[in-house]
């Protein structure tokens, strides 16, 4: 006679183990990674949960990344926890600030803050290694006028910062989202415009690069139809790379595979 293939029923043993390992599992999440650096999920449940339009990336921090989260994190670090409003002039020391969505290992940020020190740059991105690396190249290149922020810059624009407060706001090579499904990951929308119409002051620009076309595309047909923004180009199409982005190691990868990058400036009206 065969046996049956119906599971055996659980036991309470079993079900507490269960119960345990799951338990274990979500304080993980919710831990940090490194006492007294960024905090595994900042937001937690105090705001709703959305689609979002990054996917967080837990990969190898190395040992002097860690050493600059562990050390640097409490003095240029923050956490994206909507729970406060930041006041930026004192957070800066009274600086103009431009906010960056999205830095991957912060070569470019911090290029960027060493050539124009006048100029302060919130940077925001989820990916630890990262974090690390850019706390660890504004220590070692002496880079006051950076500050890096753990989460979802979209909790940041709606609670954290006042309105008109921001002198610019970069977005470059953001995530495609390629297929057709995931388009409305995509940030480049209109309700994101809107939200960031807010905190832009009037005439701060606004500076999308993508080198996915149509993503450049769908970037351009939002911009150019959003009331608050106006685009810098006479022509109404895209601008030339301004001298102050520097050319990435990621960008000139594609541009050795032939990709072309589109890069978009509009101004808040």
């Not at 055996?8 to 993980?28: G, K, M, N, W």
């Not at 990674?33 to 705001?47: I, L, V």
């Not at 830095?103 to 911090?110: D, L, Q, R």
Request: aromatic share 6%; charged share 25%.
């Amino acid at each position: 006679m065969s046996e049956s293939l119906n599971p055996a029923p659980e036991t309470d043993e079993s079900h507490d183990l269960r119960v345990a390992a799951f338990e274990r599992q979500r304080r993980l999440r919710q831990e940090p990674r490194f006492p007294g650096g960024p905090a595994a999920d900042p937001a937690g449940s105090h705001h709703e949960r959305r689609i979002r339009s990054f996917q967080p990336r837990r990969s190898r921090v190395t040992p002097g990344q860690e050493d600059a989260l562990q050390r640097l994190w409490p003095k240029w670090g923050l956490d994206i926890d909507g729970q406060s409003v930041l006041d930026l002039p004192e957070l800066f020391d009274g600086l103009p600030v431009v906010l960056e969505i999205g830095f991957g290992m912060g070569e470019a940020t911090a290029r960027m803050a060493a050539d124009d020190l006048g100029t302060g740059i919130l940077a925001v991105d989820v990916h630890t290694p990262g974090q690390g690396n850019l706390l660890g190249l504004a220590d070692r290149n002496g880079l006051s006028n950076i500050r890096v922020a753990n989460g979802d810059a979209i909790i940041l624009l709606r609670e954290m910062l006042p309105p008109d407060s921001l002198d610019g706001l970069r977005v470059y090579f953001p995530d495609p989202w390629p297929k057709k499904r995931h388009h409305k990951r995509r940030l480049i929308q209109p309700e994101f415009l809107n939200l960031v119409a807010q905190r832009l002051k009037p005439g701060a620009v606004l500076h999308c690069a993508t080198d996915w076309e149509p993503y450049a595309e769908q970037m351009l047909e939002v911009l150019t139809a959003h009331p608050r923004f106006e685009n810098t180009q006479a022509d109404g199409g895209y601008a030339p790379r301004p001298a102050f982005r520097p050319l990435t190691r990621f960008e000139g990868q594609g541009l050795d595979k032939g990709h072309v990058v589109h890069d978009l400036l509009f101004a808040r009206r």
